[in-house]
T-cell receptor, first 112, second 116 residues
């Protein structure tokens, strides 16, 4: 019930292409959905986040698409760059923000 | 803004000894701090949540007597791994939250613990 399923596990994209990572959840109580970027040996960094009353949010090259009825959300990275190569985690938080469940992560590699 | 530091960044200790990891919010006051554990190429697993001045709330399966958490001030939380064993070797990451309606967590750079 509190799982967040993330796919794919790994992704290879050409420079300039679009990277798409998908997540799905079951618990409709989640009310905050962030995406994090993590480089090897570093802590995660918040990229972008969305609330369930919004269907899309864009910040620079990063866009979250949110489908409340399907209980799915995705991250799109436009014009992917080699510097975007990292592990990306989707997450979902319960009301109050005291518990956040992370997806398994997607290792993205952008080929130059 | 919203910088969280951790110290040390890596530590090697002998089996049976205790290790303390510090987590500090440098430019904001954190009403809540979280401690996560991450194994190689795996996701983050929440270990415990701590609020300033109160006892930490541990996730199911996390030994509270082994992983001692103290949130002494609005800018400092510590995790002490007591009587460490090789299976405690992992990447420990803290995060901090301002609180209220703000859900954003700001993560520290992590601490690599190796127990020999």
């Amino acid at each position: 019930q509190q799982q967040v399923k993330q796919s794919p596990q790994s992704l290879i994209v050409q420079k300039g292409g679009i990277s798409i990572i998908n997540c799905a959840y079951e618990n409709t109580a989640f009310d905050y959905f962030p995406w994090y970027q993590q480089f090897p040996g570093k802590g995660p960094a918040l990229l972008i986040a969305i609330r369930p009353d919004v269907s899309e949010k864009k910040e620079g090259r990063f866009t979250i698409s949110f489908n409340k009825s399907a209980k799915q959300f995705s991250l799109h990275i436009m014009d992917s760059q080699p510097g975007d190569s990292a592990t990306y985690f989707c997450a979902a938080s319960l009301p109050g923000g005291f518990k956040t469940i992370f997806g398994a992560g997607t290792r993205l590699f952008v080929k130059a | 803004g919203a910088v969280v530091s951790q110290h040390p960044s890596w530590v090697i200790c002998k089996s049976g000894t205790s290790v303390k990891i510090e987590c500090r919010s440098l430019d904001f006051q954190a009403t809540t701090m979280f401690w996560y554990r991450q194994f190689p190429k795996q996701s983050l697993m929440l270990m415990a949540t701590s609020n300033e001045g109160s006892k930490a709330t541990y996730e199911q399966g996390v030994e509270k007597d082994k992983f001692l958490i103290n949130h002494a001030s609005l800018t400092l939380s510590t995790l002490t791994v007591t009587s460490a064993h090789p299976e405690d070797s992992s990447f420990y990451i803290c995060s901090a939250r301002v609180g209220g309606q703000t859900y954003e967590q700001y993560f520290g750079p992590g601490t690599r613990l190796t127990v020999t």
